[in-house]
């Protein structure tokens, strides 16, 4: 019977290789994960996941549809240059992606070939504390993990592949960006660890903005305190992120609506 309100798309499970339906798998629960920890903005953003074994082919989600019905079949290959590689059959609706995703996730993708996903958001904390002067703060243990989070300037919607360079310079080697009086961008080697990162810094940015809305002095904490918390999240002082929480969301997903699976 069909369910009322479902966008019924034929499986691409057959069309691609085992390893890139893994990754389309990975990329949905993604998509579904952060509508359901209140990061989406309707059909705005995207994120983005490399193809495993095709040189600058990344998967992104279809410019038309919400992040709480993408499902595996539902997402489109394109490569560094934009062009559609793959799709699904969308019907009347022929959706394709959004312009803004292709310039900003392709520049990733390109300046960083080990970077597996690349996660843009608009939440309404992260959106909030990049239009303040001071950006994030390291007011809680998990915003000192942001200690050296990267800022990259409004320059307008990002349309014009001009700005790539800027974007990518502004990222560096980092794991997250803060895009002034836009919202926020973190990546990952692994689609859970670009998920950790987007998690923590949502957390980080809304308990700021608690913070500072209770109008109370601010507690800060030294600087060599600061700097050796941060060191504790570093890439060599502990098992890169999203190892173990990743296969608990999944089964969470699974028990909720197993669907992004098709």
């Given at each position: 019977?069909?369910?009322?309100?479902?966008?019924?798309?034929?499986?691409?499970?057959?069309?691609?290789?085992?390893?890139?339906?893994?990754?389309?798998?990975?990329?949905?629960?993604?998509?579904?994960?952060?509508?359901?920890?209140?990061?989406?903005?309707?059909?705005?953003?995207?994120?983005?996941?490399?193809?495993?074994?095709?040189?600058?082919?990344?998967?992104?989600?279809?410019?038309?549809?919400?992040?709480?019905?993408?499902?595996?079949?539902?997402?489109?290959?394109?490569?560094?240059?934009?062009?559609?590689?793959?799709?699904?059959?969308?019907?009347?609706?022929?959706?394709?992606?959004?312009?803004?995703g292709y310039v900003i996730h392709s520049a990733v993708h390109a300046a960083r070939p080990e970077v597996a996903c690349v996660i843009h958001t608009h939440s309404w904390a992260s959106m909030a504390v990049s239009s303040l002067e001071c950006g994030l703060l390291p007011l809680t243990q998990t915003a000192m993990r942001f200690l050296h989070i990267g800022y990259h300037d409004y320059e307008g919607v990002?349309?014009?592949?001009?700005?790539?360079?800027?974007?990518?310079?502004?990222?560096?080697?980092?794991?997250?960006?803060?895009?002034?009086?836009?919202?926020?961008?973190?990546?990952?080697?692994?689609?859970?660890?670009?998920?950790?990162?987007?998690?923590?810094?949502?957390?980080?940015?809304?308990?700021?903005?608690?913070?500072?809305?209770?109008?109370?002095?601010?507690?800060?904490?030294?600087?060599?305190?600061?700097?050796?918390?941060?060191?504790?999240?570093?890439?060599?002082?502990?098992?890169?992120?999203?190892?173990?929480?990743?296969?608990?969301?999944?089964?969470?997903?699974?028990?909720?609506?197993?669907?992004?699976?098709?």
């Amino acid at each position: 019977m069909e369910r009322s309100g479902v966008l019924r798309i034929q499986s691409m499970r057959d069309q691609c290789s085992a390893q890139e339906w893994q990754a389309r798998i990975d990329l949905a629960a993604c998509y579904r994960l952060v509508e359901m920890y209140g990061m989406a903005d309707m059909v705005a953003n995207h994120i983005s996941s490399r193809v495993p074994g095709e040189e600058g082919a990344f998967l992104i989600n279809a410019y038309g549809m919400m992040y709480e019905e993408i499902t595996a079949s539902s997402l489109i290959k394109v490569d560094l240059d934009g062009n559609i590689l793959a799709k699904p059959d969308f019907g009347d609706l022929d959706y394709g992606i959004n312009k803004a995703g292709y310039v900003i996730h392709s520049a990733v993708h390109a300046a960083r070939p080990e970077v597996a996903c690349v996660i843009h958001t608009h939440s309404w904390a992260s959106m909030a504390v990049s239009s303040l002067e001071c950006g994030l703060l390291p007011l809680t243990q998990t915003a000192m993990r942001f200690l050296h989070i990267g800022y990259h300037d409004y320059e307008g919607v990002v349309l014009d592949v001009q700005e790539q360079a800027s974007i990518v310079g502004d990222l560096g080697k980092g794991e997250a960006l803060i895009l002034r009086n836009h919202g926020a961008l973190t990546v990952g080697n692994t689609v859970g660890e670009a998920f950790n990162w987007m998690h923590r810094l949502e957390l980080a940015c809304r308990s700021q903005l608690a913070a500072m809305a209770a109008n109370s002095p601010l507690r800060p904490v030294p600087q060599d305190v600061l700097q050796e918390t941060w060191k504790n999240y570093q890439p060599g002082t502990r098992r890169p992120y999203g190892v173990m929480e990743w296969p608990a969301l999944l089964r969470k997903l699974d028990r909720t609506d197993p669907s992004y699976r098709e």
